[in-house]
């Protein structure tokens, strides 16, 4: 009888791990409203969007501490860390012209 309680309750306990699912985490989300808006984004490297394209539709990413390069022809460019958390957050700049 020992044994069948045993096997019961690992039965229930697999049960109740199958049933329970991990809450899903929702996406850290970037914004970016910049000047000039055909500005680059680049996220860890990677070119995401142009200003333009991420002010209407922010890009989905990870939640966490991200390198962010905004760039754009005949200006300087900027380079952010940011801990981005679930959610969108906005970054509005406007980049500083190369003088001539």
Do not use: W
């Not at 409203?33 to 680049?42: I, Q």
């Not at 990413?61 to 905004?70: A, C, E, M, N, Y």
């Amino acid at each position: 009888m020992g044994a069948v309680k045993g096997g019961a309750l690992l039965l229930v306990a697999l049960l109740a791990g199958c049933g329970a699912a991990a809450p899903a985490r929702e996406p850290a989300q970037l914004r970016v409203v910049a000047e000039p808006d055909n500005a680059s984004v680049y996220v860890d490297d990677r070119f995401v969007a142009t200003a333009r394209r991420l002010s209407r539709r922010p890009e989905a990413l990870r939640p966490g501490v991200h390198h962010v390069t905004i760039a754009a022809p005949g200006h300087f460019p900027h380079d952010l860390e940011l801990d981005l958390p679930a959610g969108v957050t906005t970054v509005e700049i406007s980049l500083r012209p190369i003088p001539p």
